[in-house]
């Protein structure tokens, strides 16, 4: 693949190149393969509407390796629906940039490292159907935040910290309809006042 030419404050920095090649779909470089193929060969997988605009970004942990700079330039992607950055090892000051994404509509978050603090940054997110927290440290604190996410659908917190404490944070929740409550703290007794409110749960 040609060297990039892109540079950022100066300084050449590869993974603003590719994150710019995905959002603009041209290349910097001169003869290149498609962004689609050097994205997914790099780590990042792409789904895209038929107007050709990025709609979808699926972080791959296995292969990615500088993922804290190519997440603080997704809000180039005005038509993201759908973030997937699973077991992606980002928390804290990294995640602001979800506040820069009004439009996601499914974000899965399974990252290890993942605590209550950095559940604030899903405030602005009032788009948000879908929501995958599994196996982080999150706990009843951090349910709080998720209170304002009116419209979420559908809420992953397998094998977190949260207890029925937490759950009384999310009850007015209008349109959930499915909870994932596996290796939790959460007793019998709270999942029967979720499915006397019509929601499915899974434990």
């Avoid at 590869?14 to 689609?36: E, I, N, Q, R, Y």
């Amino acid at each position: 693949m040609p060297t990039c030419l892109y540079h950022y404050n100066g300084r050449f920095n590869p993974g603003w190149c590719l994150l710019l090649l995905m959002a603009c779909g041209f290349s910097a470089c001169g003869p290149s393969p498609s962004t689609d193929r050097i994205s997914e060969q790099r780590g990042i997988l792409l789904g895209r509407n038929e107007a050709g605009q990025v709609v979808s970004v699926d972080f791959d942990a296995r292969r990615l390796s500088n993922a804290k700079n190519m997440l603080q330039n997704l809000r180039g992607f005005p038509a993201l629906r759908t973030l997937n950055v699973n077991f992606v090892k980002l928390a804290g000051t990294h995640l602001q940039v979800l506040e820069k994404l009004p439009h996601l509509e499914a974000l899965y978050l399974r990252i290890p490292e993942l605590g209550d603090a950095d559940l604030q940054h899903l405030i602005a997110l009032s788009k948000l159907q879908v929501l995958d927290l599994r196996v982080t440290k999150v706990s009843d604190m951090g349910m709080v935040s998720l209170r304002h996410l009116s419209k979420l659908q559908m809420l992953d917190l397998g094998f977190t910290h949260v207890t029925d404490a937490g759950l009384q944070h999310l009850q007015a929740l209008p349109n959930l309809k499915e909870v994932r409550l596996d290796g939790t703290g959460v007793t019998e007794a709270g999942v029967k006042i979720w499915i006397r409110q019509g929601i499915q749960v899974f434990r």
